[in-house]
């Protein structure tokens, strides 16, 4: 079984069915979050406490009844559903089923030949419509000869909070008042139960349906607003005696039924179809708030657009609309390699940062986790794609993320829905991702790259503050709500803000000074592997001391080019940075122990617990730059003095320490044994350049050998520790091969390939042509840049097969031992996929405000005419950049740029062009181009 892919991500497959616990989003702008399965499983929802169809986990859309069905009932004979449940009465074990889908829609193509019926089912969300989804559902007669049907369809509604499915399931179900329409049912239960305090209720949820048939309106004989009712005794929402027997419907426009689990069921008359005649049903079914008087027809307002949707063109016309929105969200994204089946994938990888921000973290099967909302990851890495396609837009949403910054360096971890909404930690847990800080500054670097808005840094935002200090160790006695969440002084109460600089230096610093005993930085709660959850005491991450310590060096450059641009010569910060950047007598920092480092990080958490002095220093750009570069390059020389190992023929990093303080992935001194290592080790001292060119080939060597499974897409995580390592963490509780433990995990895997094409950066400028370290330092570019690209190209051959991933289009969470893509759609791997794919493979991206061009594919992405092309948005204009590639094959990372043409007129390149550096097109140029036209062509010929 294969996707098989069409244009603009539509594709198809042939008995979808036969996949287990596959599900499809439906979703739109304004919030309505659904998934669907070939069975009509999933459930819908707006939020936690708002879902309008039974919530399911993983195991539901297996086991579970369906939330949506419709049946069709044929006298004398049998009753069919076209969702094809087998033992419904008629079930056609030969029946042919296909799936058609594009974007956010989702066509189901069944046939019974007992019956001699076909039918065709539509679903989709209207994208810029209110909070509900439509079916549209065409029954045809192929039996060739004269058929009488009975249509009966039904929705489960059901109207509450996700806690109340295990917590007063029935007492719950005994607010429930439901309406009964003239085409349909509205459920308005009384009260929001919640044992705390129950609330008024003005949420309604409703169901509604018309039938046609040779362009006039079918009769409704009846409806059915009691599950009960529907069920019967012996039958269940799957086999429904109501159906199954085509008993009546009880119950008609003006009824009111109370204090049961309702259903929106709805069963027309009977209708006879010659041979080749079709009839449609139209349903739809929603949310929205009406506190008003309820009565038939039920509440206008809220249900005009629902009934609009009712008409057959209408709501075709509504689906159509609903492809071309999404296609339009990702049209900055759209790349065209020689292969159609990866640009049709690419659309749907382009897409799923945007359906994580819809659907938060919580809100589909797999994550049945948490109560809504994103992490403060994702608040950063959802941001990627966004800077790509709409980098003006992000400029807000990024001085809104810094809103939640503390003081002390962590960060606030319940997000609220509003852009720099942050919340107290109703759970009292305190906890400190010690990665957290160094995410911001990932993201703020590509906003500054892309758009050259340097002023951006020095905009001021204010702290978050809650009763946790001293980053997440310590509950503070003298906060109260009553506080507020912003950060005040300690005389006078006066609300601190810093520049977005400040807040950056404060995250970074309080890292660097937060060291273990060997120097790297302290595990603390966790770091981006959650897993590594259990050495709180003694543990160590390695792998993010080397990202920390790029970052440091990063920021200073972030400092100096402030400087340069006659930004800021210096900068007025809180006095009690003073600890974290100088010494007691003012002497600048020099390479501290670790003990000092974790003393002045102590001592500067007990200066700000209660909040700041007011008081401030006045310090240079070029001193601060200094002092975060020692930094920086101090950690990065830990990491590859302290941290890198060689045994056989084997090279590697440690990654961690445990809980007593021991490497995770220490050599065991026996040069036949292969060593056990974690991908996440190799990932961050790579990209931030730590190896030499030789030390370099060999890690990568490495993991090839130890990690590569072709079986699941790639690189796993981690190799089999064979081991529970209570002092390390939950994940090797875990079977091997599944999540954190050794699975495909394609966040990491992404990162891996950006790695290697970053490592490079670091070293770059010290290297030349001519000399034998410059010779050896561009094989090894072209070496990774291969590897980086058939890592990325690994995850989408193994995802684009359904027999094996077992998934609908996209990048998953993880590849486990099986083979089977988990956790779908919602993952940050996304939009890192995309901005690798774009700004390094493909090599174009901005460059603090200009345009660099700096290709690294090779000849597998260019098609038969030498073409490789993207659609992307660069200074303000959009782009159809277009590269010509010989046909010899070339070198990935060995392309020399021989021209460039934007709107068919020249542009000059250096005659000095080194390999590995590109061109860099001043931004002005760009913008400047042909102002009437919409989209500006660059084309690219390499050599």
């Given at each position: 079984?294969?996707?098989q ?29 659904a ?8 459930d ?20 579970g009844?369906?939330?949506?069905n ?24 030969g ?101 705390r305090g ?64 309702t259903?929106a ?48 063109q ?22 065209r ?5 990866l ?36 608040l950063?890495?959802?941001?990627l794609?966004?800077l790509?396609?709409?980098p ?20 606030a ?126 543990g ?5 001391t ?8 990063s ?5 100096r080019?402030l ?46 617990a ?9 310090m ?22 302290q ?31 292969e060593?056990?290592?974690t ?6 001292p ?67 390939a ?59 969470e ?103 550096r ?5 931004a ?20």
């Amino acid at each position: 079984m294969t996707n098989q892919y069409t244009e603009n991500g539509r594709f198809s497959q042939d008995n979808p069915e036969a996949i287990r616990g596959i599900y499809f989003p439906l979703m739109n702008a304004r919030g309505y979050k659904a998934v669907i399965t070939p069975r009509g499983k999933g459930d819908a929802k707006l939020d936690q406490n708002s879902f309008l169809f039974p919530p399911v986990s993983e195991q539901d859309v297996i086991n579970g009844p369906a939330a949506r069905n419709l049946w069709v009932h044929v006298p004398g004979v049998g009753s069919w559903s076209v969702f094809a449940h087998e033992g419904d009465g008629v079930h056609d074990p030969g029946s042919e089923s296909r799936l058609e889908a594009g974007m956010l829609w989702y066509r189901l193509i069944r046939t019974n030949r007992l019956l001699g019926l076909k039918a065709v089912a539509d679903f989709f969300s209207p994208a810029e419509g209110g909070l509900l989804e439509c079916a549209g559902v065409e029954i045809s007669n192929i039996s060739g000869e004269d058929r009488e049907i009975v249509v009966t369809g039904a929705y489960m509604l059901y109207g509450r909070s996700a806690d109340s499915v295990r917590d007063h399931r029935h007492v719950t179900s005994l607010l429930n008042r439901a309406w009964v329409l003239e085409d349909g049912v509205i459920l308005r239960p009384t009260l929001s139960f919640d044992e705390r305090g129950h609330n008024p209720n003005a949420m309604c949820y409703y169901g509604l349906a018309a039938g046609w048939y040779q362009g006039s309106r079918m009769a409704v004989d009846g409806f059915f607003a009691d599950q009960a009712d529907f069920t019967g005794e012996a039958g269940c929402m799957q086999f429904p005696q109501a159906v199954l027997d085509n008993t009546p419907a009880p119950a008609g426009p003006g009824d009111r039924v109370d204090g049961v689990e309702t259903l929106a069921g709805f069963r027309f008359a009977p209708q006879s179809l010659a041979s080749g005649q079709a009839l449609t049903i139209t349903m739809v079914a929603g949310l929205g708030e009406y506190p008003g008087r309820m009565e038939n027809p039920g509440p206008a307002e809220l249900l005009q657009e629902p009934r609009n949707l009712l008409d057959v063109q209408a709501q075709r016309r509504a689906l159509q609309d609903t492809e071309q929105y999404w296609l339009a969200q990702i049209r900055r994204m759209r790349i065209r390699t020689g292969t159609q089946e990866l640009d049709s994938w690419l659309a749907w990888v382009a897409l799923q940062p945007t359906m994580r921000r819809i659907f938060g973290c919580s809100f589909m099967p797999h994550h049945d986790y948490g109560r809504g909302g994103r992490g403060w990851r994702d608040l950063w890495q959802d941001c990627l794609a966004l800077l790509l396609t709409e980098p003006e837009q992000v400029s807000d949403l990024l001085y809104h993320n810094f809103a939640g910054v503390r003081i002390d360096g962590s960060n606030a971890t319940i997000i609220g829905d509003k852009p720099g909404e942050f919340l107290a930690d109703r759970n009292n847990i305190p906890r400190l991702w010690m990665d957290h800080g160094a995410w911001p500054l990932l993201t703020l670097e590509l906003y500054l790259d892309q758009t050259g808005d340097f002023p951006f840094l020095l905009r001021r935002q204010s702290y978050f503050q809650d009763q946790h200090t001293h980053r997440c160790t310590k509950v503070s006695d003298a906060w109260s709500p009553q506080n507020g969440l912003v950060l005040k002084t300690r005389l006078g109460g006066k609300e601190h803000q810093g520049s977005v600089l400040e807040h950056v230096l404060v995250q970074h610093l309080t890292a660097y000074h937060a060291a273990g005993e060997s120097g790297s930085l302290s595990l603390e709660g966790a770091d981006w592997n959650d897993g590594m959850d259990m050495a709180r005491n003694r543990g160590e991450s390695v792998a993010f001391t080397a990202l920390y310590g790029k970052n440091l060096i990063s920021l200073s450059r972030l400092v100096r080019e402030l400087e340069r641009r006659s930004l800021a010569e210096s900068f007025v910060l809180p006095k009690e940075l003073q600890v974290l950047l100088r010494g007691q007598d003012g002497v600048d920092v020099p390479p501290m122990s670790p003990r000092l480092r974790r003393q002045r990080l102590e001592e500067y958490c007990d200066l700000v617990a209660r909040g700041l002095s007011g008081d401030t220093i006045v310090m240079s750009a070029s001193g601060i730059a200094r002092i975060l570069a020692e930094m920086g390059e101090n950690l990065l020389a830990q990491v590859g003095g302290q941290e890198f190992f060689e045994q056989g023929d084997y090279s590697w990093f440690n990654g961690y320490y445990d809980d007593h303080h021991r490497r995770l992935e220490q050599p065991s001194g026996n040069p036949q044994e292969e060593p056990n290592i974690t991908l996440t080790g190799q990932t961050f001292p790579i990209m931030a350049g730590v190896p030499g060119p030789e030390q370099v080939q060999a890690v990568v060597d490495t993991v090839r050998r130890r990690l590569w499974d072709d079986d699941l897409g790639g690189v796993r995580l981690n190799s089999d520790f064979k081991v529970v390592k209570l002092d390390m963490g939950r994940l090797f509780g875990f079977a091997y091969g599944h999540k954190e433990n050794g699975a495909m995990f394609s966040h990491m895997a992404v990162m891996y390939a950006y790695g290697l094409y970053a490592w490079p950066d670091r070293l770059l400028s010290g290297a030349s042509n001519g000399d034998g370290q410059g010779n050896q330092l561009f094989q090894a570019v072209r070496d990774l840049n291969r590897e980086a690209e058939r890592v990325l190209l690994s995850i989408w051959d193994h995802t684009r097969k359904a027999d094996l991933n077992r998934l609908y289009p996209g990048i998953p969470e993880y590849i486990n031992q099986q083979g089977r893509g988990m956790y779908p759609y919602l993952t940050g791997s996304a939009s890192w996929y995309m901005l690798t794919l774009l700004t390094q493979t493909l090599g174009i991206r901005g460059l603090r405000g200009d345009v660099l061009i700096r290709p690294r594919f090779t000849r597998a992405l260019v098609d038969d005419r030498g073409v490789l092309e993207a659609d992307i948005y660069l200074a303000g204009r959009d782009i159809t950049l277009r590269y010509l590639v010989p046909e010899k094959d070339p070198s990935a990372g060995d392309y020399r740029i021989t021209r460039i043409t934007l709107q068919g007129r020249d542009m000059e390149i250096a005659p000095d062009q080194k390999p590995g550096r590109g061109v860099t097109i001043p931004a002005s140029l760009v913008t400047a181009a042909d102002p009437g036209a919409e989209t500006l062509l660059m084309e690219v010929t390499v050599q």
